[in-house]
C-alpha cells in the first residue's frame, strides 16, 4: 500500500479531521465551486461537481454549504482559482504530486516550495515525476455495501481493473477514461460511494526507513495544511513498526 494511503487511515483514525473541519469545509467548497464554473451546475450532467458533492458528504459537510459552493460559481464577483499541480522529490528521493487550487500563483508555489526544501526534498519541474504514476479511476465504498468477494465480481463485471478490500471498505480502480461507467454500473448495485475521481497511482512504492517516514509524513501533513493544497500522492511505504508505533500514539 503507498503510504500516502497508510497515512490517510492512520489520521482518520486518530480523528485528524474533526480538529480540521473547517479548514477541511473550505477546501472541499473551494472544489465544488471550481467544478460548478468549469461545467454545468448540475451534479447529474458534471462528473466532476458530483465527484466533489460526494467527498464533501463523506466528511458530512452540510447540505446548505454545498448548495452555497454551487450558486457561488454563477456569482459574477466569485473568486477564479487556478488548477495548479507541483511535482517534486521528498526525504528520501520519494516521488510527490501536489495539487492545488490558488487565486494566487505566486504564493502557493513559494509556500509549497518551502515545504519540500525544509523537509530536505526538493520541488521539480512538472512533468518530473508524474510518469512514476498512473492517472486513474478510483471509487470508494465502505465496507458493509458488500463482502470483498461481491465488490470484487461486481467490479469485474463493470470493466474496473482491480479491487482492494480493508477493514476501512473497498476501493475500485479502473481507467480514467471508464470511470462514469463503472460509477453507474456500482451505484446501481451498491448505492452511492464514498467517493469517485480521478487519482494519481504510483506505478512503485520505495520502502523508506522510520526516520525517512516521519520526515515525509511531516512533509505530507504540512502540505495538507495549506489552504490552497487541494490532493498529495506520494509514493513511499512505510514500515510496520512505524505504522504500529503511529496507531499507539
Not at 487565486?103 to 512538472?126: I, Q, W
Not at 458488500?146 to 467490479?155: I, K, L, V
Amino acid at each position: 500500500m503507498a503510504g500516502h494511503s497508510q497515512f490517510k487511515n492512520i489520521m482518520h483514525r486518530k480523528g485528524r479531521q474533526d480538529a480540521m473541519r473547517s479548514k477541511l469545509f473550505s477546501k472541499l467548497a473551494r472544489e465544488i465551486t471550481v467544478s460548478a464554473k468549469m461545467g454545468l451546475p448540475d451534479p447529474n450532467m458534471n462528473a466532476r461537481l458530483r465527484a466533489a458533492i460526494l467527498a464533501a458528504r463523506a466528511e458530512n459537510m452540510p447540505k446548505d454549504n454545498i448548495e452555497r459552493a454551487i450558486k457561488k460559481a454563477a456569482g459574477a464577483d466569485g473568486e477564479n482559482y487556478d488548477e495548479i499541480r507541483y511535482e517534486g522529490y521528498g526525504p528520501g528521493g520519494v516521488a510527490v504530486i501536489v495539487e492545488a487550487l490558488t487565486d494566487n500563483r505566486n504564493r502557493t508555489a513559494s509556500e509549497v516550495r518551502s515545504f519540500f526544501t525544509k523537509s530536505g526534498g526538493n520541488l521539480a519541474e512538472t512533468g518530473a515525476v508524474s510518469f512514476m504514476f498512473d492517472r486513474v479511476g478510483a471509487i470508494e465504498f465502505a465496507p458493509e455495501k458488500a463482502d470483498a468477494d461481491a465488490m470484487m465480481e461486481a467490479a469485474i463485471d463493470a470493466g474496473a481493473d482491480d479491487v482492494t478490500s480493508s477493514e476501512h471498505g473497498h476501493e475500485v480502480i479502473c481507467a480514467a477514461d471508464n470511470l462514469a461507467e463503472v460509477q453507474r454500473v456500482l451505484e446501481a448495485k451498491f448505492g452511492e460511494p464514498k467517493k469517485a475521481a480521478l487519482v494519481w497511482r504510483p506505478q512503485n512504492t520505495v520502502a523508506v526507513d522510520d526516520e525517512t517516514g516521519e520526515k515525509l509524513l511531516r512533509l505530507v501533513e504540512n502540505l495538507e495544511d495549506n489552504d490552497d493544497v487541494q490532493n498529495v500522492t506520494a509514493n513511499f511505504e512505510l514500515s510496520e513498526a512505524l505504522l504500529a508505533k503511529l496507531n499507539a500514539e
